[in-house]
């Protein structure tokens, strides 16, 4: 009788070891899976970010600056449902820049220095299309001569 009863005392200890331990690789597996996407995320957001200043660039050099300037660009990658959403702002600095409402500085002397731009780009993920929890964000700024 003593035997019976030992042998489902160490049967339910031996049930709860194991399942504790399918519980901790569970909670494992999916802490893993999810630092993966925040990586995965955050890498693409810093390409995208690097994709919208050059965007940017392409928009100024193509652009005609005599009537305006280009002064915000914004964009959603994917077209559809969006996982990043890319903020482009655009501050010149030149002489002879009477449509540009962002000009910084326009005592220029030198003609190299003139036409002159501070690009910042804040690439945001999108959280509801997504499904992470910390927000990712990354902001680059560089100074270009388009």
Do not use: W
Not at 2 to 26: E, P, Q
Not at 84 to 104: A, E, F, K, P, R
Request: aromatic content about 4%.
């Amino acid at each position: 009788m003593m035997r019976k009863g030992f042998s489902l005392v160490t049967a339910i200890v031996i049930l709860i070891t194991v399942a504790t331990l399918m519980t901790l690789m569970m909670n494992l597996s999916s802490t893993s899976v999810k630092n993966t996407m925040d990586i995965y995320l955050k890498e693409q957001a810093e390409l995208l970010a690097r994709a919208a200043t050059e965007y940017a660039l392409l928009a100024i050099s193509a652009h005609d600056n005599s009537g305006n300037c280009v002064e915000t660009i914004n964009i959603s990658y994917p077209e559809g449902q969006s996982t990043h959403d890319m903020n482009v702002s655009i501050q010149y600095i030149g002489n002879n820049m009477m449509g540009c409402n962002t000009v910084l500085d326009n005592n220029i002397f030198t003609e190299e220095s003139n036409m002159t731009v501070i690009i910042d780009t804040v690439v945001s993920v999108n959280q509801a299309n997504t499904g992470i929890i910390e927000p990712i964000r990354i902001h680059r700024r560089t100074i270009q001569k388009p």
